[in-house]
């Protein structure tokens, strides 16, 4: 009987077939730890982070702010409103500081919108009285981290502001008997959009600083300790703009 003989080309076909099997198997598992990979991480102290859930941005703050009007303002952060004043805008001395907590991501985008006391369209106080006069308004504001404890936000001469109800554009009428009909006035209404972050606010003015002496604030004022850097602002005419939008951008703190 003759030994049996393996033929050399059937021998190199099964060598080249085991190759090709054991090659598709180590892909598959090198294929599989980098999607893996891809979607968490582990740090050496072994936590785990799923990269989707970094994607969002950073994680919210808490913030505090701390705000004095004449005579009324609300507050909207990154386009979402945060608080008010508690004291109705209708309410003819509404003196108070108010102090209201969020929490927000960086870049802040904030946006007042700041109103002084009129009666009507006018834009007069006390009207049919002795004391009938052009009203005056006045606006202080800081924002803080809790986080860090720091103040990252104050009123100052950085921030922009459109005026959208002004009165009396005839300032004389302020001695009329009948001011309601004799004082001229505009209301331009609030801009689409402009609490947005990416609202072009270019043609807007800067705020004007005003002293204590000039706004003379009242109640609630001096309950605030106010970082030396807040200022009270308003714009240009404290009595004939009524009701003021503003708009400041604060970036995130270096190396947040």
Do not use: H
């Amino acid at each position: 009987m003759r030994p049996r003989t393996v033929l050399p080309a059937l021998g190199a076909a099964l060598a080249l077939l085991a190759a090709a099997c054991s090659s598709s198997t180590s892909e598959g598992e090198a294929a599989s730890a980098t999607t893996d990979a891809a979607v968490t991480t582990v740090d050496p102290a072994g936590a785990s982070t799923t990269a989707g859930a970094e994607a969002g941005g950073s994680e919210p703050v808490a913030f505090t702010a701390e705000v004095w009007a004449d005579n009324w303002f609300s507050l909207t952060v990154n386009g979402e409103a945060v608080g008010e004043d508690s004291v109705p805008i209708t309410t003819e001395r509404s003196f108070n500081a108010e102090t209201i907590e969020f929490e927000a991501t960086y870049p802040l985008t904030v946006a007042f919108v700041t109103k002084d006391f009129t009666e009507d369209a006018s834009g007069l106080e006390y009207i049919g009285t002795p004391r009938q006069q052009l009203g005056d308004g006045g606006f202080i504001a800081q924002i803080t981290d809790e986080s860090t404890g720091e103040v990252v936000a104050v009123t100052d001469a950085s921030w922009r502001g459109l005026a959208v109800q002004r009165a009396p554009l005839n300032t004389e009428c302020v001695s009329s008997s009948d001011p309601t009909s004799e004082c001229e006035s505009e209301d331009l209404g609030e801009p689409d959009g402009w609490t947005d972050a990416d609202y072009d606010d270019g043609a807007w003015d800067d705020a004007t600083v005003y002293t204590a002496a000039q706004v003379d604030p009242k109640e609630g004022y001096d309950e605030i300790d106010w970082d030396p850097a807040a200022e009270l602002i308003w714009t240009s005419d404290l009595e004939v703009d009524n009701t003021i939008l503003w708009r400041v951008t604060v970036p995130a703190p270096a190396g947040a």
